[in-house]
């Protein structure tokens, strides 16, 4: 008999979302210009609490058209952290700018923070700050940090909407923010991204940059050049329909987490994510967990046993300071240690915690977990 499969993340989508989407189709706005896609940019820029938002294509469109607007140059340094997906460093490396690695925290995953300052030099020109997994990143210091040296914080909150850092949306916090709506993340439009900030010339470029550098004034001169990274009016309304219940949203996953913790309290070869800090509560974007060195298995081959066992699984971001493309931008990814990214890298996975998990399907990843780690 085939078992059947629990994938990892199987999205939501509500007879409001399609209803939204199907009006977008009857009323013949399909592009990326339209008032479907205007709506979409400020009901985002009302969540978090910003004035200008520029949807683009994806989240790592909107990162690389963040860092392209920042006009670095080669040479520049930026300070990110391991931990996190490729898109974080993409453009870095194309602009020629040097990546400064920072580790992660051991208990939140999130990027250390008070290493960071000894890490600035002369040639800093921006710190990326990335939210992990549904739990915030310390803001306070890194924006402190910033400010007293003069640089741009850029905030990668695409794991991160509708989370609350100290009471206040995450986004809101950097020079500017980018985010992903790709279908796992919180708010989904299949693919699709924004950039949101305060910053009126930033904006402005972002825009253009999106647009293929078209001019406002004659539409096919051109002074610059861009990209097409704009999203579809499709997409922005099912964007517009999901934004509407994001509270609801992250309190499923909080309950779907909130089971997974009290069936697994006996497992004690796993470390699980911190529920709350000073600063914030999970939102468990992902429910993630990290075996222990000592279990002496890797997160490898227990997700292939529980593949097999028809249990989708992810693992965790493979550490960018070892990322084999750095050679090819002529840094050397065996220089720096950061055996905390590098641990998260081997040991860590996370197991199905989609909007759309019946309890019966968590009851079926419950008991094949608990097999295969107790
Ligand atoms: C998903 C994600 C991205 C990239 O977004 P895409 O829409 O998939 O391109 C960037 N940063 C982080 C932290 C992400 O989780």
């Known amino acids: 008999?085939?078992?059947?499969?629990?994938?990892?993340?199987?999205?939501?989508?509500?007879?409001?979302?399609?209803?939204?989407?199907?009006?977008?189709?009857?009323?013949?706005?399909?592009?990326?210009?339209?008032?479907?896609?205007?709506?979409f940019e400020n009901d985002m820029c009302l969540k978090v609490g910003r004035k200008y938002g520029i949807a683009v294509s994806n989240g790592s469109v909107a990162?690389?058209?963040?860092?392209?607007?920042?006009?670095?140059?080669?040479?520049?340094?930026?300070?990110?952290?391991s931990f996190t997906i490729i898109s974080c460093l993409s453009q870095l490396l194309r602009k020629g700018v040097k990546p400064i690695f920072v580790d992660a925290d051991s208990a939140t995953w999130n990027m250390q923070t008070n290493t960071v300052e000894s890490l600035v030099t002369s040639r800093t020109k921006a710190i990326l700050a990335v939210h992990i997994y549904g739990l915030p990143c310390d803001m306070n210091p890194l924006a402190d940090?910033?400010?007293?040296h003069g640089i741009p914080l850029i905030e990668d909150a695409a794991e991160a909407h509708g989370l609350l850092y100290y009471?206040?949306?995450?986004?809101?916090?950097?020079?500017?923010?980018?985010?992903?709506?790709?279908?796992?993340?919180?708010?989904?439009?299949?693919?699709?991204?924004?950039?949101?900030?305060?910053?009126?010339?930033?904006?402005?470029?972002?825009?253009?940059?999106r647009n293929l550098g078209f001019s406002p004034e004659e539409r096919f001169v051109h002074k610059?050049?861009?990209?097409?990274?704009?999203?579809s009016s499709i997409q922005c309304a099912l964007g517009i329909s999901q934004l509407k219940r994001l509270d609801k949203i992250i309190l499923r996953r909080q309950e779907i987490a909130a089971r997974y913790l009290e069936a697994f309290s006996n497992l004690d070869i796993v470390q699980f994510p911190v529920h709350k800090t000073a600063y914030a509560t999970n939102n468990y974007?992902?429910?993630?967990?990290?075996?222990?060195?000592?279990?002496?298995?890797?997160?490898k081959e227990i997700r292939s046993i529980l593949e097999a066992n028809g249990i989708g699984t992810r693992p965790f971001f493979f550490p960018l300071h070892r990322q084999p493309v750095?050679?090819?931008?002529?840094?050397?990814?065996?220089?720096?240690?950061?055996?905390?990214?590098?641990?998260?890298?081997?040991?860590?996975?996370?197991?199905?915690?989609?909007?759309?998990?019946?309890?019966?399907?968590?009851?079926?990843?419950?008991?094949?977990?608990?097999?295969?780690?107790?």
């Open 224 to 231: 610059e050049l861009g990209w097409n990274s704009r999203l």
């Open 167 to 209: 009471g206040k949306q995450c986004g809101s916090f950097g020079f500017a923010s980018t985010f992903s709506f790709y279908a796992n993340k919180n708010v989904t439009t299949g693919e699709g991204g924004m950039i949101l900030t305060d910053n009126l010339d930033f904006a402005q470029k972002i825009r253009s940059l």
């Open 1 to 39: 008999m085939k078992v059947p499969f629990i994938p990892v993340s199987e999205p939501q989508i509500t007879p409001e979302d399609i209803a939204s989407v199907t009006s977008a189709l009857s009323d013949g706005w399909i592009s990326g210009e339209s008032h479907y896609v205007t709506q």
């Open 145 to 148: 940090i910033a400010i007293r």
């Open 326 to 374: 750095l050679k090819q931008y002529g840094l050397d990814s065996s220089v720096d240690e950061l055996p905390i990214a590098t641990k998260l890298g081997k040991y860590g996975f996370y197991i199905p915690n989609g909007l759309a998990i019946t309890e019966q399907q968590q009851d079926c990843v419950i008991e094949k977990v608990s097999e295969c780690l107790k």
């Open 285 to 299: 974007w992902v429910f993630g967990m990290v075996l222990n060195e000592d279990a002496g298995r890797t997160s």
């Open 63 to 81: 990162l690389d058209l963040t860092i392209e607007a920042l006009n670095l140059q080669p040479g520049d340094e930026v300070i990110l952290p």
